[in-house]
């Protein structure tokens, strides 16, 4: 059974900085690319950044410059550094994964269960 848990979320204030990790757990063969999506309130979910398995990145607009994805192959792990947050990227923050559980079968696309940001002051 393949999990991905988020973690790092909070209340802060406009100019702060959070970093939100994410921890692939289970049976896991290989991970694909992994993403950060953010569901503001009352808007539909969208993609803040991506990465590849060889660190290759892509940035929404308004997370260029401030936000910085990575991750830890070894440890199964992606992380969001996000700097000068605005009270324009409060929301919830979901880990998505692309992942292939064993050799025999394809990858499932995997989500997590979400981590609350509110930048307020």
């Known amino acids: 059974q393949v999990q991905l848990v988020e973690s790092g979320g909070g209340l802060v204030q406009p100019g702060e900085s959070l970093r939100l990790s994410c921890a692939a757990s289970?049976?896991?063969?290989?991970?694909?690319?992994m993403d950060w999506y953010r569901q503001a309130p009352g808007k539909q979910r969208e993609l803040v950044a991506d990465?590849?398995?060889?660190?290759?990145?892509n940035y929404a607009d308004s997370a260029k410059g401030r936000f910085t994805i990575s991750r830890d192959n070894a440890k199964d792990m992606v992380y969001l550094q996000m700097n000068n947050l605005k009270p324009e990227d409060t929301g919830v923050y979901y880990c998505?994964?692309?992942?292939?559980?064993?050799?025999?079968?394809?990858?499932?696309?995997?989500w997590g269960q979400g981590t609350q940001v509110t930048v307020s002051s």
């Open positions: 998505h994964a692309e992942i292939q559980p064993n050799r025999y079968i394809s990858a499932y696309e995997f």
């Open positions: 289970g049976s896991i063969f290989s991970i694909g690319t």
């Open positions: 990465i590849t398995s060889g660190g290759r990145s």
